[in-house]
């Protein structure tokens, strides 16, 4: 009878609809938000360091209705996508090498990582005397901080493929590209796309710090363009068109992947 009568509470408990995992979540950003309006009405910083939620709202606003924006978001996008396309490609053949030669893991995979928690951006010189101060230079910088986490996840995902699986590919005389388009890729599913999701983090970080060194396009020449103006409104605005841009490439690569989300 208890457990009948927590049955019958269950859906009660939740709002609107709502599951316990999603109140939590509204619970979060209605609280960041509450304390940021609190903030820019306290007076405890400096005049629009941390500017009103209405004062963005309407930065982000000009920007949407601008034709010019959607250039430079797009110059962002195409950066990075191409960054990503190329360093996480890179980084999954190294990946399978590695994985599945130790001679080649023990020689090799020690400079992966050694070099993967660098900090890209001090090769950032190299990649402008190398490809110019064009977008070849960004992508490049994007490639390189891509490259490393796809690499090491697809390493280790290798390590964790059943050994089961190995052998029935083996039994049926499978080539070496059979094995990896049958056997290797489906078995190391999550490895790759948690790969893929830390070199798209990555790469977009690179290659907006790139951006903002030397670039007259792009979405992280308009966000130092609007701090070097103190308009911090749109500099905000900025960085939530990043925001949601990062969340919809994140949630694709997981849709892709067949990897579910957490349950509400």
């Known amino acids: 009878m208890a457990q009948t009568g927590q049955l019958i509470k ?10 316990p995992v999603t109140q939590v979540r509204l619970a979060i ?6 304390i940021w309006e609190f903030l820019a009405h306290s007076g405890w910083l400096y005049r629009d360091v941390v500017p009103s939620l209405v004062a963005i709202a309407r930065a982000l606003f000009n920007l949407l209705t601008t ?21 996480g490609g890179m980084g999954l053949v190294v990946g399978l090498a590695l994985g599945g030669n130790r001679f080649l893991a023990r020689a090799y995979e020690a400079y992966l990582y050694y070099l993967g928690p660098t900090p890209k951006i001090i090769f950032f010189p190299v990649m402008i005397m190398w490809f110019g101060v064009g977008s ?14 796809v690499a090491l996840s697809v390493a280790a995902g290798m390590r964790q493929i059943d ?49 903002t060194k030397l670039s007259n396009k792009g979405i992280g020449f308009l966000i130092i363009n609007a701090y070097s103006t103190f308009d911090m409104p749109r500099m905000y605005a900025n ?26």
Not at 67 to 87: K, R, S
Not at 174 to 194: D, E, F, G
């Open 163 to 211: 050994n089961v699986l190995i052998r029935v590919g083996r039994s049926f005389r499978a080539s070496t590209l059979q094995m990896v388009w049958k056997i290797y890729l489906p078995a190391m599913r999550h490895p790759i796309v948690n790969g893929v999701r830390l070199g798209l983090g990555v790469a977009l970080i690179g290659t907006l710090l790139a951006e």
């Open 10 to 19: 269950a859906p009660s408990a939740r709002i609107a609809g709502l599951g």
């Open 136 to 149: 070849g230079s960004k992508i490049a910088l994007g490639t390189l901080s891509c490259f490393f986490p």
């Open 29 to 34: 950003v209605i609280g960041v938000l509450a």
């Open 67 to 87: 034709p010019d924006y959607y250039f430079h978001l797009g110059v962002t996008v195409y950066e990075i996508g191409v960054a990503l396309l190329i360093g």
């Open 239 to 264: 960085l939530i068109v990043l925001f949601v841009v990062a969340i919809g490439a994140n949630a694709l690569v997981g849709r892709l992947g067949g990897l579910n989300t957490i349950r509400r």
